[in-house]
């Protein structure tokens, strides 16, 4: 399976990209590949995320254009030239890792200063960078202190300082916010966000958690099996996912097993299992009779369908469960046989509260059903 245009994201051409994956592949064993004939095209001042579950390939693929692997096949290119063979700290790359990597013995200064003076930059210059870098993560009156002194925030922030303090074109962040809290992990994303948009520097950025990737990024490409599922703006991966996995992975989605009994003019009716017949989206599907999985948002379900406009596809459902969420209510209902369909529906005035037991109808608009290979 080679990327398509289409998966690759629609930007930039490999000829104008900074950073391009040209049929890379990597194996740890000389037998099983790791990642698969990547073709990526990153372009300068892009944030793309790569994202995925455990054991898809994201990390080897950032440590492969940090320098700390090497590609089995296939060349990787930085602003139009190769770096296969250029050893990480030649690469003129700024890292961030989930650790945080700073050196105990050292003080804030200090650990920013020390890059520097590996390039051999004068003192005053020295001073001057690291006082701009404190200064972008909010963290001047930090100067000299040691790490052990500092929150888990406060050396996340001070990491990123270090990073950037060399003004490197390009920054690789691994994880970078696994280890804080809920809360602060939300800050930060927009603090790193603001910063690449400031900056104008170019970011990849590797997580396995879909809420962040859709937060930050201009591009996400979805990781499974060491190859990309799909390159896309996070837009597109939410509300047009081109296979069964992306959607899975990508929030949350009620799931309805079905097959095909008709497909004409960019629709499909599927027939369920409980015999009941819907509109969708075909995708990845194009025979009659093939099987499919009908995926549907939670949030585009609405359990008054007699208030939706003409058009809204309507069945039968039990509650099950409802879950209060403080700014959502959560239902579970059994609908065609699946007892894992929810809806969410936000916490406003009027909201009725659902009984499990209740026999109600939901509804959807049929362009937000999409029928997906199974």
Known sequence: MTQSSAQLGGKPSAGTAFVVFDHVQKSYDGVSLVVKDLNLAIGKGEFVTM????????????????????????EITLDGRPINQVPPHKRGIGMVFQNYALFPHMTVGENLSFPLEVRGMARDQREAKVKRALDMVQMGAFL?????????????????????????????MDEPLGALDKQLREHMQFEIKHLHES???????????????????DRVAVFNDGRIQQLATPQDLYERPDNSFVAQFIGENNRLAGVIEDISGGRCLVRLATGEVIDATPVNVTTIGAKTVVSIRPERVEFKPEMMPAGVH?????????????????????????????????NAQGQRVLVPGEKIKVGWHPQDARALDP
């Open 199 to 217: 900056l104008g520097i170019t970011v990849v950025y590797v997580t396995h958690d879909q809420g962040e990737a859709l937060t930050m990024s």
């Open 51 to 74: 994202l995925g579950p455990s054991g898809s390939g994201k990390t080897t693929c950032l440590m492969m254009l940090a320098g700390f692997e090497t590609a089995t096949h296939g």
């Open 314 to 346: 309507t069945i039968d459902a039990e509650v099950l469960e409802f879950i209060y969420m403080g700014d959502l209510f959560r239902t579970r209902l059994r609908v065609a046989g699946s007892e894992d369909f929810v809806i969410k529906a936000r």
């Open 144 to 172: 000299n202190r040691r790490p052990a002194q500092l929150s888990g925030g406060q050396q996340q922030r001070i990491a990123l300082a270090r990073a950037l303090v060399f003004d490197p074109a390009l920054v690789l």
